[in-house]
């Protein structure tokens, strides 16, 4: 080996070295940054969180205002006053997070609309002789039955003549979800899968009435309703259905709720002087409990694994090795723990922004302060107030159904 091989050997070696102890250094620099900003037990968002108060973006998303009013819910009398005047409150625009513009339909007059309480169906007796299987079965049953709610589907009962495997329900035709319940041999509620060995005596097929895209319309309730009418004849069973005007108007009343409620709040941190490090993002992100997704983005979840919140680039693209704008998202009726998961959110945000030397801002680049951060959230409670009146807690099956 010759001098010039072995010294460019002993460079490139020194080389690697530095480069190696420069990044350590800066990761541990970040660290410990990231520990002083964060340096403290947070509470769990939804353990903590009283029962009371328990209630997921670039299409037609709604941000929080801090100056233009336009339509503004309803605040509760119990929640807290606010750190500014009731007259410096901003508004909290109401609309769409993803959901279609409903499409008018046809709507009976006489229509009352269905108490909105997820009811669980009820089962047959069951036999004296035996309890323990009673006892046992219960939670699957309870659990079959809430898949299924009048206030929220449209339910078919198909009463057979002879029991029905899983492997002969035909998947239904239908724009919206879809879901089928039976009863077993043995008089309990279940799912009805194409894996189940079970047999069943009755079924009920529920189409949802609404979700992001709109209610449900005539032509496509026809289309279901014929659908389950050609199984229930090739069985020889008898079908039944409820009003079908009633549901139509049904699902117009709902999805006008859920349209007024649908708010999706993002948190802008911009770069001031020059783009953020991720390396930097990373490590505060990390720190705070979020997590990188299969997605790209850094999700904060909850015990049970479901996004409470998330914080990607601001126009939507992959993170790189900078950022000049970053947003935190939160889909406000999708959330358990609503204002506690608010909370943190914007503390987060807060946090974030001192840490990178960026601003805090809305979609239309005007300063989040405090005192503005107190105003949304005083009217978030007004949101979750209506939806817990509903009987639709943010989170909940019922939500993730309608929000999705």
């Known amino acids: 080996m010759t001098d010039l091989q072995l010294g460019s050997l002993i460079v490139g070696g020194v080389i690697v070295a530095a480069v190696y102890a420069f990044n350590w250094w800066q990761e541990y620099r970040y660290r410990r940054e990231a520990g002083q900003a964060f340096a403290r037990n947070q509470p769990d968002v939804l353990m903590d969180t009283p029962r009371n108060m328990v209630r997921q973006g670039e299409s037609l998303r709604v941000e929080p205002m801090v100056d233009e009013p336009r339509l503004r819910p309803a605040l509760v009398d119990d929640v807290p006053e606010p750190i500014v005047g009731e007259d410096d409150i901003p508004p909290l625009p109401v609309g769409l997070a993803g959901r279609a513009a409903p499409q008018p339909e046809p709507v009976a007059p006489a229509y009352v609309p269905a108490e909105p309480v997820v009811r669980p169906v009820a089962p047959a007796a069951t036999p004296a002789s035996a309890p323990v299987a009673e006892e046992e079965d219960a939670p699957a049953e309870a659990l079959a039955g809430s898949l299924l709610d009048p206030a929220l589907d449209f339910i078919a009962e198909i009463h057979a003549g002879e029991p029905v495997s899983a492997g002969e329900v035909p998947p239904f035709p ?229 929000f999705a």
């Open 174 to 402: 239908a724009a919206k979800r879809v879901q089928v319940i039976g009863r077993t041999l043995q008089d309990h509620w279940e799912a009805v899968q194409s894996t189940s060995r079970s047999r069943f005596t009755e079924l009920r097929v529920g189409l949802q009435l609404a979700d992001r895209q709109g209610p449900v319309t005539s032509e496509q309730l026809n289309a279901f309703t014929m659908g389950v009418q050609q199984f229930a004849d090739s069985i020889e069973a008898s079908v039944s259905y409820p009003q079908r005007s009633a549901k139509l108007a049904a699902a117009q009343d709902l999805d006008e709720f859920c349209a007024s409620v649908d708010v999706l709040i993002g948190l802008n941190v911009l770069a001031i002087d020059r783009p953020f490090p991720m390396e930097k993002v990373r490590v505060l992100a990390e720190q705070a409990g979020l997590v990188r997704g299969p997605d790209g983005a850094f999700h904060y979840r909850s015990d049970s694994g479901k996004t409470l919140f998330t914080l990607t680039n601001q126009d939507q693209t992959p993170f790189g090795k900078t950022s000049e704008a970053l947003t935190l998202l939160f889909d406000v009726p999708r959330v358990a723990g609503g204002l506690a998961v608010f909370d943190y959110l914007s503390e987060f945000a807060q946090n974030l922004a001192g840490s990178v030397a960026g601003n805090l801002v809305d979609d239309n680049g005007k300063p989040l302060t405090p005192s503005s951060i107190a105003s949304i959230r005083k009217q978030l409670a007004g949101i979750y107030a209506r939806m817990d009146d509903r009987g639709i807690a943010p989170g909940s099956m019922a939500a993730l159904r309608l």
